[in-house]
């Protein structure tokens, strides 16, 4: 282990803002199999701060604001489409989670195919653009 991580359940979150976090996280929720861990709304019908855990692990999301630390990101359609990140997650069964989040509307970019790695996953986007990978791949 990195000396300069702390002994915890995950060392990594991943952080995300969404135009519309509300529905950003109901899609997450229903089409990926996160859940709501913590859930802060802000004044403006948005979202201050979302926890959503995905087994051992989690990612932070909000509202895209102007603030100092919203001027640092940019959202896919500003960037017409693409990503300068992505998430991986790690799954039991990546056909029956293929199948939900096609079901949601997911774009699939990458179908569901057996890795020359290892493991068995697609990759899709999500409503607003950003772009997840899920799979059977377990690097631990």
């Keep these: 282990m990195s000396s300069t991580a702390k002994a915890t359940r995950a060392t990594t979150i991943a952080c995300l803002r969404y135009h519309d976090a509300p529905a950003a996280i109901a899609w997450l929720c229903q089409a990926l199999g996160f859940e709501k861990q913590l859930v802060v709304p802000d ?7 979302a926890q959503l855990s995905f087994g051992n692990g989690m990612i932070m999301l909000g509202s895209v604001t102007d603030s ?22 790690v799954v039991e069964n990546a056909d029956s989670v293929y199948r939900r989040a096609v079901e949601a509307g997911a774009e699939i970019v990458l179908d569901i195919k057996d890795e020359e790695y290892g493991g068995r996953g697609f990759t899709c986007r999500d409503p607003e653009g950003h772009i997840w990978s899920l799979g059977t791949y377990d690097p631990w």
Excluded at 43 to 49: E, L
Excluded at 69 to 89: V, W
């Design 43 to 49: 004044n403006d019908g948005g979202i201050a701060h």
């Design 68 to 89: 100092e630390y919203g001027r640092l990101m940019r959202q896919p359609r500003e960037l017409d489409g693409a990503n300068t990140q992505s998430c991986y997650l």
